[in-house]
């Protein structure tokens, strides 16, 4: 292993926005007895949650803001193993290794740092054929570059911080798979290229040749601006597995007080109808959320981004993963139109018949699907529940878990 000047703890952390190349403090978070976050400035507030003020943001656990990006699972298992060595490896630390190749506006300086790495192009993932599986070697290169949230595997390959630029190409996220989901790297692909088709505008998204690689382009920066990001856990205040404790009316009411838009209502209606009809009962709030410039009132809903049709994994709860009518059971077509009546939705009873065609569509051309068994018959078995104004018979399966577990 490659030695690392790295510090063996991490107790502050200067919270910066980099505009136009220069970062600008936005305010000081430390660690005692407790997390503050105390202001430095009283222009630009970090989180739509957190307005400027004189008084400190003192927190138990790290702040919903600085917490929504930190690995889960096996990423934070394999980040702190490798840096036992170092020190205490707590969420501070991890802030502190995200730096400024996190996901959103916010940077974190506690003057860590790290040694540059090669790059690896768009066209050498998708095209990989060696006999060694490339997504440990990523992890190997990577794992200190870009911190992402999550429990499936991935990783973030930031070209701007690449000793050896080749060629443009976007900043990526690279996902794969494990035993317990096969081809899950397949399902997204498939699912997202669906969402697209239903003109709800995912990034763009690619699956290499030997289908162990799924490739998401970085969908919080356009032309080089980092936009602020925010999910629906951190603006609903939600920790950890409570952004499973809600309700998808509770999402469309939070979507309009904070954007104020009938038409980012809409935009999160169209998104919540496409979950249902595809089948992902992994659609929580993290899997939700808000763009904007830092400092500025221009929010939207940020496109959709992890997005996978889970009902056909046995191991997983066969439900939403919010509720719809205090219910979680997947909601058929009545009750689509009512949620969408309720938030103010123009035709609802269209949105649902749009989508539910484009998916019938994507499904029916696409061949990436054929490559997992069931999958199509799965989604089509989504979509005929959705369809239906009847009784929704569900099938029982027991012991089940949500995707993270």
Excluded at 16 to 29: D, K, S, T
Excluded at 172 to 184: A, C, G, M, Q, R
Excluded at 348 to 373: G, M, Y
Aim: a negative charge; aromatic letters at 8%; glycine letters at 6%.
């Amino acid at each position: 292993m490659t030695e690392l000047n790295l510090p063996s703890s991490v107790e502050q952390l200067s919270v910066q926005y980099n505009q136009r190349e220069q970062a600008n403090e936005l305010g000081l978070l430390t660690h005692g007895a407790h997390h503050s976050f105390q202001y430095t400035q009283q222009e630009i507030p970090i989180s739509l949650t957190m307005k400027c003020r004189n008084d400190a943001y003192n927190h138990g656990a790290i702040h919903p803001i600085f917490s929504q990006n930190l690995p889960e699972g096996f990423i934070r298992r394999y980040i702190s193993e490798k840096l036992a060595r170092y020190g205490k490896i707590n969420d501070m630390y991890f802030l502190a290794l995200q730096g400024a190749n996190g996901i959103g506006a916010l940077d974190f300086d506690a003057g860590v740092n790290l040694p540059s790495v090669e790059q690896i192009t768009l066209n050498d993932i998708l095209s990989w054929q060696s006999k060694d599986k490339l997504f440990p070697q990523l992890l190997e290169k990577y794992y200190l570059r870009g911190i992402l949230s999550g429990v499936q595997p991935k990783v973030m390959i930031n070209t701007e911080m690449q000793s050896r630029v080749a060629v443009q190409q976007q900043d990526l996220i690279v996902k794969t798979y494990d035993e317990e989901f096969p081809l899950l790297t397949v399902n997204e692909y498939v699912c997202m290229e669906a969402a697209r088709h239903c003109q709800l505008a995912p990034p763009k998204t690619y699956l290499s040749e030997n289908l162990e690689s799924y490739v998401i382009e970085r969908f919080d920066k356009i032309d080089g601006k980092r936009l602020a990001f925010e999910d629906f856990a951190t603006l609903m205040g939600k920790q950890g597995d409570e952004k499973y404790n809600s309700s998808y009316e509770s999402l469309l009411k939070a979507v309009r007080l904070y954007t104020g838009s009938i038409v980012q209502v809409e935009k999160a209606y169209k998104l919540i109808v496409f979950n249902c009809l595809i089948g992902n009962g992994d659609a929580h709030l993290k899997n939700f959320a808000l763009q904007y410039t830092l400092g500025e009132t221009d929010i939207v809903l940020a496109p959709p981004y992890d997005i996978t049709h889970t009902i056909i994994y046995d191991s997983i709860d066969n439900h939403m993963a919010l509720s719809m009518k205090k219910s979680k059971v997947f909601p058929n077509r009545h009750i689509l139109i009512d949620l969408g009546i309720e938030a103010g939705i123009n035709r609802p009873a269209d949105i649902i018949d749009f989508i539910a065609d484009n998916i019938r569509d994507t499904i029916a051309q696409s061949q990436e699907i054929k490559l997992v068994e069931g999958l199509q018959a799965s989604i089509e078995n989504s979509l005929a529940v959705a369809g239906s104004n009847g009784p929704v018979k569900e099938v029982y399966r027991h012991l089940k878990k949500k995707k993270h577990e």
